[in-house]
């Protein structure tokens, strides 16, 4: 029996105050999104096939597209154990009946709980709240709480019939009784979250909101934003909720219409726009993900898993709980004897940091040390190459006996498969061992969250260096529940260790690269054949850490509770389902698909329920309030270095002027890939070629509670990030023609007037 599922299990659309255009999703690692019509059919090039990237991100009149997450079904039988995309006119299945797919009814709902939610206090809440603690608003009480979710009840749309529908005011054809904050917010209304159509081939596209916050001014003198994540009156157009389809065939065996409904629901997420779509984050959150999965729900158990069980690994359903549990209890630990691929694996996660020079200009200034060329550290022509021996190795040889550095929990469980493993191992010739095994001993490990520096090894290399990467962690801000700085996911450590020890394959000197194949463009082109793929892809481009709260998404995504199935969010069923099920339907011959009244009594939890599942807004409720505040202000960090508990230093109580001399900062960078400090312009072309200049990026918005209210009205003039047009894509190292990123279309002129600003 067929079974459907809708792909990706998590779309991110994104906000834009453009009321007219908008593209697609990019569905491949760092990415161009789609250019697509207003019905969000993609625009093709001239063989009609190929997709065309967007070219411009913003309108004619300056205002910023949105970005639109589509979802498609994919059908899973015998003939696609995988998964293939489903179209208008296949056959289908279910129900006892089979016949051909005629149309598809898309349900969506999204909603906004930031302004009911628990104030954001760095890790505070991750493992729960307390009892009693305090909620945004606090001052509001009762069932007047209920008014601070903005809620506009689910929409439907066909891929036939009735194909757009507004998460607006107005509640919809069935006068749904929405809820949305009062009209005067200052400096913008709150009148939409969005909007949702169906493309040509009955695919599901969703837009979010025009970026609008604004703070309820009542018995005050004007807005003002006094928190980065935190500011009581304020609410904006960000949102999350589930995506539900029911598949419409008409079967010849009753020669009726019957109606089957997909496996599952999908989620949607609505984020602030990615201003370098060409340049992924340190830590994806596709690698959070990945990561979560393989060491809580076995989903890779020949990479992790029960020592002795590699070469027959165990098979655990993600939801037998009880399976889990058992298999979390026992001896786990990374196969020591598994190699990855350089290219596929190692190089994406090395290739990074690089990039990041051209979004900082300090970056630019450091002598190179992440270059990707001859002179610098990170040459991929060196770091793939295997060692070389006599003899070819055994399936249980370890190439390198050089110790690596051992400071966390998870090189601990890694370094317990040893022991199924030879303890001798035979020398190799590796002139690039020490290179490699140099750039992993500087790597932080998880348990070095507070830890600035190697300081206890004094005859090695690394002594005294800072560790990497050097990126604020999820809580450099506060001393409860400190994490000062970033460190990679534990799969990531564990592939990256086994590169530093020799142990991987290349797939260039194994002749399996494709023609062409350049690792100066390291991430796959090709669209998601499969609907995991899909899963994954559109994930990579979100930001997967710090979490302080995070650009789209938070440290929420971590919490293994919230899953139904990877890349699914497990949904409350009453809330996002259609309001028959499909049996219902098929007896009744058509399907009830609004009733104003049935969240008059019930509205929408202001509280979690794992178990349930998620509600619309349960996702993005964590993060920052309004979105411009923290996103303006997640640019550098002060960090305090002093000692490993890193700021617990009050010398003016003492008057000790020794112990504030002690005192040590380091200015650490956030996720410049989302919110960068500065990019290359060109300031003028002479005889055909460009000249470039640095420029800060947030063109006069300072990085201060100030500049948060700045940042409310004028986000929409800030530049995108993109590759340099003038400099070729794919090049040889020794080519430099100029900058590989450059800053375009920032808009010019006055700031938007709130009162003509789309809503």
């Keep these: 029996m067929a079974t459907y599922r809708i792909h990706p299990g998590i779309g991110i659309a994104r906000l834009g105050n453009s009321d007219s255009e908008f593209y697609l999703a990019p569905e491949t690692p760092a990415a161009m999104p789609l250019a697509c019509d207003s019905f969000g059919n993609p625009l093709h090039g001239p063989d009609g096939v190929t997709p065309v990237p967007v070219k411009t991100f913003k309108d004619a009149q300056g205002r910023v597209k949105r970005q639109a997450a589509r979802f498609q079904i ?15 006119g296949d056959a289908v299945e279910g129900g006892g009946n089979h016949g051909v797919l005629v149309d598809i009814q898309w349900r969506v709902y999204v909603a906004n709980k930031k302004a009911s939610w628990y104030p954001f206090t760095e890790l505070k809440g991750e493992h729960g709240y307390a009892p009693g603690s305090a909620r945004r608003n606090a001052d509001i009480t009762g069932q007047d709480r209920d008014l601070l979710i903005i809620d506009p009840g689910p929409r439907s749309v066909n891929a036939t019939t009735n194909r757009r529908a507004h998460f607006d005011r107005s509640g919809g054809p069935g006068g749904y009784a929405t809820t949305f904050p009062p009209k005067g917010l200052q400096p913008f209304d709150i009148d939409t979250l969005g909007e949702m159509m169906t493309d040509n081939k009955g695919r599901l596209v969703v837009l979010g909101g025009h970026g609008n916050s604004g703070m309820d001014v009542s018995g005050s003198f004007g807005p003002k934003i006094e928190d980065y994540a935190n500011t009581d009156g304020w609410y904006d157009d960000i949102s999350d909720g589930p995506v539900m389809a029911r598949l419409i065939m008409y079967s010849k065996q009753v020669g009726q219409t019957r109606y089957i409904d997909v496996e599952f629901p999908a989620w949607v997420v609505v984020g602030y ?220 450590l564990f592939i990256l260790g086994q590169w530093a020890r020799g142990w991987f394959i290349n797939e260039k000197e194994e002749g399996w690269l494709p023609d062409g194949y350049s690792p100066f463009a390291p991430y796959p082109k090709t669209p998601p054949k499969t609907g995991r793929e899909l899963d994954r892809g ?117 008057n000790d002027d020794r112990l504030r001399r002690d005192e040590k900062t380091w200015t650490t960078l956030w996720w410049p890939a989302h919110r960068p400090l500065q990019s290359f312009e060109i300031a003028s072309v002479s005889n055909g070629k460009p000249n470039y200049v640095w420029t800060t990026w947030s063109r006069g918005v300072p990085q201060t509670p100030v500049g948060d209210l700045k940042m409310v009205t004028e986000w929409s003039l800030l530049g995108f990030i993109v590759r340099n047009p003038y400099e070729p894509a794919v090049k040889p190292a020794d080519s430099y023609q100029g900058p590989k990123y450059i800053s375009v279309e920032r808009t010019t002129g006055s700031r938007p007037d709130p009162k003509s600003e789309a809503s």
């Design 273 to 492: 726009p990615r201003f370098v779509p060409e340049i992924l984050d340190m830590i994806t959150m596709d690698e959070v993900l990945y990561d979560l999965y393989v060491r809580q729900f076995a989903t890779d158990t020949g990479i992790y898993g029960t020592l002795g069980t590699y070469d027959d690994p165990q098979q655990i359903p993600f939801r037998d709980e009880a399976a889990l549990r058992h298999w979390q209890a026992g001896r786990l630990a990374w196969n020591r004897n598994y190699r990855p691929w350089f290219y596929r694996d190692v190089w994406p996660i090395l290739f990074r940091p690089d990039e990041f020079r051209y979004l900082n200009d300090i970056l630019q200034q450091s002598n190179y040390p992440h270059d990707q060329a001859q002179r610098g550290t990170f040459d991929p022509d060196k770091l793939s190459q295997t060692p070389k021996r006599a003899t070819r190795p055994t399936a249980t040889a370890t190439p390198s006996d050089a110790p690596l550095r051992d400071a966390s929990q998870g090189e601990a469980v890694m370094a317990v498969a040893a022991v199924a493993g030879p303890t001798h191992y035979s020398k190799a010739d590796d002139p690039y061992g020490p290179m490699r095994r140099f750039l992993f001993d500087l790597l932080r490990r998880a348990g070095e969250a507070n830890s600035f520096q190697v300081q206890d090894r004094a005859s090695s290399r690394v002594h005294s260096l800072p560790l990497m990467p050097l990126l604020c962690g999820d809580n450099p801000l506060t001393n409860e529940t400190p994490s000062k700085f970033l460190h990679l996911t534990e799969y990531q």
């Design 538 to 654: 559109v994930l990579s481009n979100v930001l997967g850490g710090a979490f302080c709260p995070g650009a789209e998404l938070g440290w929420v995504m971590r919490n293994p509770s919230i899953y139904w199935a990877p890349y699914r969010i497990n949904a409350d069923r009453s809330v996002s389902d259609f309001l028959q099920s499909a049996a219902q339907a098929n007896q009744d011959h058509g399907t009830v698909i609004a009733d104003p009244t049935f969240n008059v009594n019930s509205p929408l939890s202001q509280d979690n329920d794992f178990e349930t599942g998620l509600q619309p807004g349960d996702l993005t409720k964590y993060m920052g309030l309004p979105w411009q505040s923290d996103f303006n202000e997640c640019t550098t960090q002060p960090i305090n270095i002093t000692y490993a508990d890193w700021n617990n230093l009050w010398p003016g109580s003492d």
């Design 74 to 88: 994919f059908v899973y039988d015998d003939e696609s154990p995988e998964g293939r995309p489903l179209a208008l």
